[in-house]
């Protein structure tokens, strides 16, 4: 069996195809980015969660591992992208030579990522969840015209900053910046209030505390 890497996935042309292909199929019906800069930033907080949170150097690449592959569902449909998701990693992990209790890990990780139906079922699963749904900014708005955005592209739009801050033994906090002017912060919650609340248990999991932050005031 071989310890399967971030880095085997980057040079692996099928992963590489399908993500860039998921990211425009969603595209094509009017979902915001989630092509290679949203797994390669979503994978590299996941392993930074478990790092500063004191797990193995493995368990922190597992995490990276499975956040890298999370979104490829998307190649098939946005619908049940999970599921599908988890399907075609135990393809290509397999075809890697990684480890089948390695491959069961990471694929129930990315099966439960989506906040309609995922829960923290292990220390990779949980780190996935944060990592995922810190990733709000405006750079991952592909509409460029502002009168036509729905409440997703607006809500993306107005945040300027957000960073997924890991205080080890205490909490895990999302910090976010909001320009008001473009939307209240009520809309961040009227969209966003299932992951957030995902992420609660997720940080719970982890025996730690998730903290939500938006303009300086605690609102988790």
């Known amino acids: 069996m071989k310890s399967v890497t971030v880095a085997d996935l980057k040079a692996d042309p099928i992963v590489q195809g399908y993500i860039e292909v998921g990211n425009r199929n969603l595209a094509a019906i009017g979902f915001t980015e989630h ?18 949170l004191g797990y193995s150097e493995r368990e922190c690449e597992l995490a990276a591992v499975a956040a890298y592959l999370h979104d490829i569902g998307n190649v098939i449909n ?18 890697h ?7 069961a890990i990471v694929i129930g990780a990315i099966g439960n990522h989506d906040e309609s139906d995922g829960n923290p079922v292990s220390n990779i699963s949980a780190a ?29 739009y107005a945040v300027e900053h957000s960073f997924l801050r890991v205080y080890p033994k205490d909490r895990v906090a999302l910090e976010i910046t909001i320009n008001t002017e473009i939307c209240p912060v009520m809309d961040y919650f009227e969209i966003f209030l299932a992951r957030m609340l995902l992420c609660r248990r997720a940080a719970s999991f982890l025996d730690t505390v998730f903290e939500l932050k938006i303009n300086e005031v605690k609102l988790l």
């Open 35 to 52: 092509g290679l800069r949203h797994v390669g930033l979503v994978s590299n907080i996941a392993y930074n969660i478990l790092e500063k």
């Open 78 to 95: 946005r619908s049940g992208h999970a599921q599908t998701g988890a399907l075609l990693s135990a393809h290509i992990l397999e075809r």
């Open 97 to 103: 030579a990684m480890a089948p209790e390695e491959i």
């Open 128 to 156: 996935l969840i944060l990592a995922d749904k810190s990733d709000v900014h405006r750079s991952r708005v592909r509409n460029q015209d502002p009168a036509t955005f729905d409440i997703h592209d607006r809500v993306n």
